[in-house]
């Protein structure tokens, strides 16, 4: 996967979704916001998403449910789409549980600009080269 065309912004939060554009601004793609699991699921199914960033503190879907649910997902192809999950919480069975469900990283908040290309840039490496 050389080229991110589509991310999707998953957070329950517009203000963290806006955020999230103005860092990755320079990647010049098309964003598609979700505030929920459900509704990121159903994007998901029914257009192109290179990424999905993904907060992990939601309701009634958190971000590690939803990683589980993508995970098991009968298409294939949604199966494989990468994450990347945001979480504030310092608890490191936090993140092994992510990890476990199939993120593909972590960024912490508050979200810093390089921290989220950096974990970009580890799943799409052209992008960074």
Excluded: W
Aim: hydrophobic share 45%; net charge negative.
């Amino acid at each position: 996967m050389g080229s991110l065309k589509t991310i999707l912004l998953l957070d329950d939060c517009a203000t963290i979704r806006t955020i999230l554009k103005v860092y990755l601004m320079n990647l010049g793609a098309d964003y598609v916001e979700a505030a929920d699991g459900a509704t990121a699921l159903l994007y998901l199914e029914s257009r192109k998403i290179d990424l999905v960033i993904a907060d992990v503190r939601m309701s009634p879907m958190d971000g590690i449910s939803f990683v589980d649910h993508l995970r098991s997902h009968l298409q294939e192809g949604l199966r494989a789409v990468p994450v990347i999950l945001l979480t504030s919480d310092l608890d490191e069975s936090l993140r092994t549980r992510g990890l476990q469900a199939g993120a593909n990283a972590f960024v912490h908040k508050p979200i810093s600009a390089p921290a989220l290309q950096d974990a970009i840039g580890r799943i799409f490496p052209r992008l960074c080269a």
